[in-house]
């Protein structure tokens, strides 16, 4: 059917490296399926270079303040524009610790939305609820962020906070004056945020998990507890994938979280203490930053930003992978 | 099988023959380029948010008046403003506070700095019981905001307040979060009012703030006060107005406890006019004069003095003109002090002097 490349005709040899090519791209020859792949390839090669291209673009605009600050930038407590002081710790450390609170809180609430929706609820009740909980992954975050000054910060700062400071108030995590502005209100605020994102996927890997797996373990004799539980190990993989968008997601909101969480650049270890985020300071202070430094230590952080993502993700995948290993098939679990 | 065979077949095609649109309504460039098109004329604007609303206002005013001349204004921030007219990517920009000398320096060509009108920082407060307004004395404020005043009965508060019976619980600050004009003109008043602030703090559009709670823009800080019981916070003068917040009383530096309004503002601008310097790049807090309201300051537009294109020069000229004219009756209902009349003759003095190629475009 091809050409042969070795015909002195011009025209016949070019068929013959075209034909080649198509080889390269479908070994069945077929120019369509040559045609898709290439198309698949150019999709996936797109989101290498927008990676690459963004690293290349940070790393580039961040130069004058790495050169200047080097390893210090990222040791650095002092954030004083004004003396031309760059230094980055308490917003790595805000930005970690707000998405730790936010994980902790919505991780459990996810599962349980979840499991409920999928094992327990009777379908006219499975189905509004599944999509409220669509619905609050939808809301735009500056008014979660609105939400969070006008109501949520109140609440927690009179029926959450002193509750918390007289029982625990020996933990230095609940020290300090309550202004129902901070730490604890950004990750909380996040936590609600992540919440409808988690579930919904955890959702829909849960119904993903064949019936058989619930019916082997129901006809072995097992309680609904222990059936879930079966469906849960199956769902693992699925599950930790969940997680690690919501963790995403948390890492990087910026307007709900600056509106609560205090903007304060200090290392505390009270949660009722205003803290600041990475993402939140580069909102805040991108459009006023005049000097080339202060622009430059904006874009570092964003730098950082992406490596902070990048590391914690690398860690909750591979605490997953551990855990999933270590409790390994069906038939231990149930 | 036969249909889906065939949408499979077809569903390639419609992509390659989308990228190639995209392609292609990519690639003609220009066209659209400034003032390109015969006789409209269009001129591009960024900077300053806090005039934003006068300055739409003056482009749809303006607009009805010289329908030929399409002007465009973009409320990025004072930051972005300088930056994008020292790059020349617009005509004009705009900033509250004034440019740096370094900043003027490094411009591709001479800038020049035309003020507007004016605006104020005012403190507003969540004190439960207290109905009549409070009064501050500078080093006061600059003490709370330093955090060495630290209940809200201190002596030196009640001094003030001698008729207040103010509550014993600690004093929450608030205050700007985002890099902003407002923060920059607190700060350079608290400069000027404590030596201890100037050494620690400094002024700026993002200084590191001693103590308290960061709100993200007038809305945020005002929420954080609204919502927290004792709570200090400063805001601009034309969002307390329009909010309808509690606002304190501040003396001034002859001894007067002055309310914000928008004539006490336009009278610290009219009082500084001996110390204004010729290129009227002028910081007007804590002024001296009878009456004046001491954290005022001018917001300015920003134009090259030498305009390449005569055209658009003459517009941005005409535009300016009536700007400091007819539109600074705009001013009050915009909630905006108007500028002095004095301010107004050095401004159109600098108007005048803008030309294009030798000619004087006035």
Known sequence: MTGNSEDPDDKLKFVGLWARLLNAFSPTGNPGDAMFRGLLFTAALLSLLIVVGMIVALAGQSMLSIRQFGFSFIT??????????????????GTIVSSLIAILISVPLSLGIAIFLVEQAPTYLARPLGFLVELLAAIPSVVYGLWGIFVLAPFLRVHVEPPLQ????????????????????????????????????????????????????????????????????????????????????????????????????????????????????????????????????????????????????????????????????????? | MFRALKTFRITPLLAIAGLLFVAFSCSPGGGSGPGASGSTISLQGAGATFPNPLYQKWLSEYGKLHPNVRIDYQSIGSGGGIKQIKEQTVDFGASDAPMKDEDL???????????????????????????????????????????????????????????????????????????????????????????????????GTSPKWPVGLGGKGNEGVTGQVKQTPNTLGYVELAYAVQNKLPVAL?????????????????????????????????????GAGKGTYPISSYTYLLVYKEQKDEAKGKALVDFLWWGIHEGEKFAKDLNYSPLPADIVKRAEVKINSIHSGGKPLR
């Open chain 1, 76 to 93: 650095g407590t002092d954030w004083n524009p004004v003396k031309g002081q760059f230094g980055a710790l308490p917003f790595i450390y």
């Open chain 2, 250 to 286: 501040i003396k001034n530096r002859s001894g007067d406890f002055i309310e914000p309004s928008f004539d006490a503002v336009t009278a610290a601008a009219a009082e500084s006019l001996p110390t204004t310097p010729d290129d009227l790049r002028v910081s007007i807090t804590d």
């Open chain 1, 166 to 334: 007289s029982w625990f108030g020996w933990l230095p995590f609940f020290q300090g004056p309550i202004t129902g502005i901070g730490l604890l209100t950004g990750g909380v605020i996040l936590a609600i945020m992540v919440t409808p994102i988690i579930s919904a996927i955890v959702r829909d890997v849960l119904t993903a998990v064949p019936s058989s797996q619930r019916e082997a373990a129901l006809a072995l004799g097992a309680t609904k507890w222990e059936t879930t539980r079966v469906v849960l190990v199956n769902g693992a993989p699925g599950i930790a994938g969940a997680v690690i968008l919501g963790l995403g997601r948390a890492l990087g909101e910026t307007m709900a979280v600056t509106m609560v969480i205090g903007n304060r650049p200090q290392i505390s270890l009270s949660l009722f203490a205003p803290s600041y985020t990475i993402a939140s300071v580069i909102a805040n202070e991108f459009t006023e930053a005049t000097e080339d430094i202060y622009l430059s230590a904006l874009v570092e952080l964003g730098l950082i930003l992406f490596f902070v993502t990048f590391v914690v993700n690398a860690i909750a995948r591979l605490l997953v992978w551990n855990v999933t290993r270590k409790t390994g098939g069906v038939g231990r679990a149930a």
């Open chain 2, 105 to 203: 320096k490094s411009a591709a060509a001479e800038l020049l700095h035309i003020p507007t009108v004016l605006g104020a920082v005012v403190l507003t407060y969540n004190l439960q019981g207290v109905d009549k307004p409070l009064r501050f004395s500078p080093d006061v404020i600059a003490d709370i905001f330093l955090g060495t005043i630290k209940k809200w009965n201190d002596a030196r508060i009640q001094a003030d307040n001698p008729d207040v019976s103010l509550p014993t619980s600690d004093i929450t600050v608030a205050h700007r979060s985002d890099g902003s004009g407002t923060s920059a003109v607190f700060t350079d008043y608290l400069s000027r009012v404590s030596a201890e602030w100037k050494e620690k703090v400094g002024a």
